[in-house]
């Protein structure tokens, strides 16, 4: 075979692959609603636009520090403390080509062939991959959504061994919109305080898109700071996915690998949205509150129309822009001669019989669950809800 062994292990991410199916059927003609891709839908803020514009116009288009142009690593530096009470020098802070760069970055930095990933379910698609790549093993944590998804102290305590290198996650989260608390997020602190060889990446992107209050960090309890990634970026709280700017705070070796690595892969990233990156991080936040403010009305808007339908199971989300029912219940019953058996069928099936696109529960690492992308406007929300539950309600 033609291609390396190494991409065997790995899959088309699932998220993307949803969304390629979905603007294809859209071109064909079809009444296509979308929730598959985790995208806000809406514009980048104009006082981001204008950086950008005035960098093209002063002739800032060459190549940048490989780790970031100093004036947005400052940025970075001022939004940690601001933000997040963290203080990271600019040495320790390393921009990359989006969030997910800055995380396989720290991956391939920190995991050697057999180390143990602990990842709790349900996990951000490509958590899993990535390790898979860096040729890691993942020890999974199972999670119920009637505990809303969250993983106790002592079931973290139980997973680690001398093996253990990483721990993985996402808060908010991606899929189930679960966000730890403070109390909580200090009680797993605690348990990473008793196991210093264990690094933490700690995915905050979500962090703006919260309902429920402050978004804290992982890396201001206790001494963590020194074994903590933090990874955050600006695709989701100022609706820039494709402006590609990621970025990570850690300890000064890991973030002089992610750097190392950096310089050999796509060096610095793009230099126009580094400036307007600046403007994101260091300017006005209204429209991150506007938009999370939306968010939280299309969240309770799919959330009452999905509790009418009965047996499907539902944590209420506090933050992100994406719903996880738990759908088992409708496993093997069947509609005009199809039969739904685990969460990659009930997808096609909403895909085919009412053209709603969305994500299997398996791609996350949970079967019994599927994937609900908000970041779609109010009446797309209102007519896909409404197509779901008639789909469900057909089957028997
Ligand atoms: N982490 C999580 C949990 C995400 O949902 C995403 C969205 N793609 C990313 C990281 C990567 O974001 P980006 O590369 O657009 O910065
Ligand atoms: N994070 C988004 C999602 O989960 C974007 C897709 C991706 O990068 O995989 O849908």
Redo the contacts with the bound molecule.
């Keep these: 075979m033609m291609i390396a062994d190494r991409l065997n292990r790995i899959s088309e991410?699932?998220?993307?692959a949803m969304?390629k199916l979905g603007r294809a059927l859209k071109a064909e003609g079809k009444d296509i609603i979308s929730l598959?891709?985790?995208?806000p839908d809406f514009f980048t803020p104009e006082h981001i636009k204008k950086a950008a514009i005035e960098a093209i116009k002063n002739n800032f288009t060459f190549y940048t520090p490989v780790a970031g142009i100093p004036d947005l690593k400052e940025a970075i530096k001022v939004k940690f403390e601001r933000d997040n009470q963290l203080q990271y020098n600019t040495d320790q802070i390393v921009v990359s080509t989006?969030a997910?760069n800055s995380i396989i970055n720290a991956v391939l930095a920190l995991v050697n062939p057999g180390d143990e990933v602990i990842i709790p379910k349900p996990f951000?698609?490509?958590y899993a991959d990535m390790v898979y790549l860096a040729e890691g093993k993942c020890v999974f944590l199972d999670t119920r959504v009637s505990a809303d998804y969250k993983i106790t102290p002592e079931q973290l305590e139980a997973a680690i061994t001398p093996k253990t290198k990483l721990f993985m996650f996402s808060s908010p989260n991606?899929?189930s919109g679960m966000v730890y608390s403070a109390d909580e997020l200090r009680a797993l602190a605690d348990v990473f305080e008793r196991h210093p060889h264990v690094y933490i990446l700690s995915d905050e992107?979500y962090e703006h898109i919260n309902f429920i209050g402050r978004h804290t960090s992982i890396a201001t309890f206790g001494t963590l700071i020194n074994r903590t990634v933090t990874v955050n970026g600006v695709?989701k709280a100022f609706s820039m996915?494709g402006w590609r700017i990621g970025y990570i705070g850690a300890p000064k070796a890991i973030a002089y690998a992610c750097e190392k690595l950096q310089s050999q892969f796509t060096s610095g990233t793009n230099a126009i949205a580094q400036k307007a990156a600046i403007a994101a991080l260091l300017g006005d936040m209204k429209p991150t509150r506007d938009m999370c403010a939306s968010f939280m009305k299309r969240r309770n808007l799919c959330f009452d129309i999905l509790k009418t339908i009965p047996d499907m199971k539902l944590n209420m989300p506090d933050g992100a822009f994406?719903l996880f029912p738990d759908v088992s219940a409708f496993y093997g019953k069947s509609y005009n001669g199809t039969t739904i058996r685990n969460s990659q069928e009930l997808c096609m099936y909403l895909l085919n019989e009412v053209y709603v696109v969305t994500?299997a529960g398996s791609a996350f690492g949970n079967d019994d669950c599927i994937r609900f992308?908000y970041a779609t406007s109010e009446d797309n929300l209102v007519k896909a809800m409404n197509r779901i539950k008639d789909a469900l309600m057909k089957l028997s």
């Design positions: 991410s699932e998220t993307i969304a598959s891709f985790g995208e989006g997910k951000w698609v490509s991606n899929p992107i695709s996915t994406y994500v992308s």
